[in-house]
């Protein structure tokens, strides 16, 4: 089993900025992508960004150039730096990781953190 808490989450004004982190602990081997997702009132949990273990990144259209992936493998952590934000970026906002163990793969969530973007 793998534990995802999150934090930094909060309410920013639109055009500034705030940090999210995420820290995995427990069966961290083989730990491959992180990420986070989010999800908006009344509509699905859609993906952010996602960051394999090797460092490849990923991004929604949406938040290419004012979203920010990493990693930091040694404290088994996630971060997104956000800026540039919008009222669209308002949502709860959660981590995610998968693991590969003997050829099936198992994915964890994070208890979600709330962005709030006023304009």
């Known amino acids: 089993q793998v534990q995802l808490v999150e934090s930094g989450g909060g309410s920013v004004q639109a055009g500034g900025s705030l940090r999210l982190s995420c820290a995995a602990s427990?069966?961290?081997?083989?730990?491959?992508?992180m990420g986070w997702y989010r999800q908006a009132p009344g509509k699905q949990r859609e993906l952010v960004a996602t960051?394999?273990?090797?460092?490849?990144?990923n991004y929604a259209d949406s938040v290419k150039g004012r979203f920010t992936i990493s990693r930091d493998n040694a404290k088994n952590t996630v971060y997104l730096q956000m800026n540039s934000l919008k009222p669209e970026d308002t949502a709860v906002y959660y981590c995610n990781a998968d693991q590969w163990i003997l050829g099936e793969k198992y994915d964890y969530w994070g208890q979600g953190t709330q962005v709030t973007v006023s304009s």
């Open positions: 427990g069966n961290i081997f083989s730990i491959n992508a």
């Open positions: 960051i394999t273990s090797g460092g490849s990144t």
